[in-house]
């Protein structure tokens, strides 16, 4: 089975650091590129960044870049996102997703593979 | 990097059809036949509807298709069904950076 599973997420104080994780299994994971997407409560899906099957190419949206770095171990088959700096506005639930191509940059071949997230809270 | 624009809400019934609209601009939408739309149950996660601006991936209804015209891209859903009463999304490549619109809550009367 095709899976997608997220950990490491939980209650932080602003400005404090969080490193979440996602497992994939059921699929060659070096042949995709992979994304963290999130979605605060009660709001719409905000992408956060993407990363290559090799790590060559990496990008963040605005709102996270210089805090947050993307990373992935093919070996392990796991994706990770370091979150420093954390503000309240960085509460949410951030989900990994697959991509259907081993690049995400320049091509739009969707997401397809989705796990059930990890919940972030950032507050005092 | 702003979000694209969707509208709020759309409603049909059983039957018909509806289209949900998602406009960007000259540096996503515009630039690159490359938006896709995600369908979001409650408390669920994401699923892929369309991709590439108008292709469905294996197991995708043919009841939804995709289109795109200028800044933009458009999703229709004929025949519209209980089961369709979701939130739907739009996503774009914006240069280096990908972009989701606002949402769209979709509701079969």
Same mark, same amino acid.
């Given at each position: 089975e095709v899976q997608l599973v997220e950990s490491?997420?939980?209650? !932080?104080?602003?400005?404090?650091?969080?490193?979440?994780?996602?497992?994939?299994?059921?699929?060659?994971?070096?042949?995709?590129?992979?994304?963290?997407?999130?979605?605060?409560?009660?709001?719409?899906?905000?992408?956060?960044?993407?990363?290559?099957?090799?790590?060559?190419?990496?990008?963040?949206?605005?709102? !996270?870049?210089?805090?947050?770095?993307?990373?992935?171990?093919?070996?392990?088959?796991?994706?990770?996102?370091?979150?420093?700096?954390?503000?309240?506005?960085?509460?949410?639930?951030?989900?990994?997703?697959?991509?259907?191509?081993?690049?995400?940059?320049? !091509?739009?071949?969707?997401?397809?593979?989705?796990?059930?997230?990890?919940?972030?809270?950032?507050?005092? | 990097q702003s979000a694209l624009t969707q509208p709020a809400s759309v409603s049909g019934s059983p039957g018909q059809s509806i289209t949900i609209s998602c406009t960007g601009t000259s540096s996503d939408v515009g630039s690159y036949n490359l938006v896709s739309w995600y369908q979001q149950h409650p408390g669920k996660a994401p699923k892929l509807m369309i991709y590439e601006g108008s292709k469905r991936p294996s197991g995708v209804s043919n009841r939804f298709s995709g289109s795109k015209s200028g800044n933009t891209a458009s999703l229709t859903i004929s025949g519209l069904q209980a089961e369709d009463e979701a939130d739907y999304y739009c996503c774009s490549y914006a240069g280096s950076s990908k972009v989701f619109g606002g949402g769209t809550k979709l509701t079969v009367l």
């Open positions: 490491g997420g939980g209650l !932080v104080q602003p400005g404090r650091s969080l490193r979440l994780s996602c497992a994939a299994s059921g699929f060659t994971f070096d042949d995709y590129a992979m994304h963290w997407v999130r979605q605060a409560p009660g709001k719409g899906l905000e992408w956060v960044s993407g990363i290559s099957w090799n790590s060559g190419s990496i990008g963040y949206a605005d709102s !996270v870049k210089g805090r947050f770095t993307i990373s992935r171990d093919n070996a392990k088959n796991s994706l990770y996102l370091q979150m420093n700096s954390l503000r309240a506005e960085d509460t949410a639930l951030y989900y990994c997703a697959k991509e259907r191509f081993l690049e995400w940059e320049r !091509v739009n071949y969707g997401m397809d593979v989705w796990g059930q997230g990890t919940t972030v809270t950032v507050s005092s | -």
